[in-house]
């Protein structure tokens, strides 16, 4: 029972620390896949093809919105960004369970068409909290620390149409639970329609 | 957050090994308790009062009923048994995730009055196993072990409505995922809106 992967949409507040989770959760389990999305935005130095980003033209991502390749897609200043189907279908049936980094509109999007999807939410404790992780990195200006504060503020009111809320505050912990939820979801009764049939046909038998 | 406890209602068909289960659970982790349930009938030998029920007489009990004081309750044959609420009510609120051991009738009530509850159902891997397992016991005759075949296919066409289904085929593993489940369950995103509310309204004064 439960062969199949699970698709797993993990968003969160810039700051949150989801890129450090989703490294360490593919570091210490061994069956989860990474969904690589698609862009239109040109490499930056140390990015690899099919790594970081599928590297594509925007003619090439026209023709895959076309042909509905893509899970999702959105547009952000000039570029675009998706997630292409056919990698994700592909781990899901080795028994993956796939893990997407995208923000809120695209995780909805992606629950609407797949309603099995699972959507969770990393947060840090508190709002104080996420400050300081952004000023930690010590790489953005006090101006764009408070455009990201602002944005979170926005993103939180979407935090309960997600089905998960995880506070990472140890990082270990953070991960464990990721882990713990993922699994345990493997339990679902929902996804597990065709044990329970056979069960009932295998007791009318007995 | 999640500081409260949840209750898991458990259930399964007679020989799944749910008492087995629960025993290794409250052994191997240290933040569950077990709901005891009160009844009329008479304790067998070896049973204590408040460990395996509270034991009750029949006028008691009906008084319980008439208070509300129980979470729900069933007459099997010539006795009730039920479940004490203030015990329940007690261990959650100190933080406990409760475990309710209840066949599927009451779990449904249970759920009914609180939808929070979590229904977990734990069967063998096949029928043949169930069957194997009853034998095993090695006390019962061939009548009964039939009887209690053909309840469990009664019971098998409850099994969807509960919401996570637990095969209990390694013990060990069986016992994790109870585990997982329960603890990936603090993290809903409907058990934790207090924690969505403060970070609203934290990251507005930011």
Same mark, same amino acid.
């Given at each position: 029972?439960?062969?199949?992967?699970?698709?797993?949409?993990?968003?969160?507040?810039?700051?949150?620390?989801?890129?450090?989770?989703?490294?360490?959760?593919?570091?210490?389990?061994? *069956?989860? +896949?990474?969904?690589?999305?698609?862009?239109?935005?040109?490499?930056?130095?140390?990015?690899?093809?099919?790594?970081?980003?599928?590297?594509?033209?925007?003619?090439?991502?026209?023709?895959?919105?076309?042909?509905?390749?893509?899970?999702? %897609?959105?547009?952000?200043?000039?570029?675009? %960004?998706?997630?292409?189907? +056919? %990698?994700?279908?592909?781990?899901?049936?080795?028994?993956?369970?796939?893990?997407?980094?995208?923000? @809120?509109?695209?995780?909805?999007?992606?629950?609407?068409?797949?309603?099995?999807?699972?959507?969770?939410?990393?947060?840090?404790?508190?709002?104080?909290?996420?400050?300081?992780?952004?000023?930690?990195?010590?790489?953005?200006?006090?101006?764009? @620390? *408070?455009?990201?504060?602002?944005?979170?503020?926005?993103? +939180?009111?979407?935090?309960?149409?997600?089905?998960?809320? @995880?506070? *990472?505050?140890?990082?270990?912990?953070?991960?464990?639970?990721?882990?713990?939820?993922?699994?345990?979801?493997?339990?679902?009764?929902?996804? *597990?329609? +065709?044990?329970?049939?056979?069960?009932?046909?295998?007791?009318?038998?007995?």
């Amino acid at each position: 029972m439960g062969e199949r992967g699970i698709l797993t949409v993990v968003s969160g507040f810039s700051g949150a620390g989801k890129g450090t989770v989703m490294k360490e959760i593919m570091e210490r389990y061994g *069956n989860y +896949a990474l969904s690589v999305s698609a862009t239109t935005r040109k490499p930056r130095p140390g990015e690899e093809e099919g790594r970081e980003y599928f590297f594509k033209t925007a003619e090439e991502f026209e023709k895959m919105i076309a042909k509905e390749e893509l899970i999702e %897609y959105a547009r952000y200043v000039d570029n675009y %960004y998706g997630t292409p189907k +056919a %990698y994700v279908e592909e781990q899901l049936e080795a028994g993956k369970d796939v893990i997407l980094e995208i923000e @809120i509109q695209g995780a909805l999007k992606v629950k609407e068409k797949f309603p099995q999807t699972l959507l969770l939410f990393i947060t840090p404790p508190t709002a104080r909290e996420l400050r300081n992780r952004l000023k930690g990195r010590g790489t953005e200006t006090e101006d764009v @620390i *408070n455009g990201r504060m602002k944005r979170a503020g926005e993103e +939180a009111c979407g935090m309960d149409q997600y089905d998960y809320l @995880i506070v *990472n505050d140890v990082l270990s912990e953070c991960v464990e639970q990721v882990h713990q939820i993922i699994q345990g979801e493997h339990r679902r009764s929902y996804r *597990n329609q +065709a044990f329970i049939e056979r069960m009932k046909e295998e007791l009318k038998g007995e």
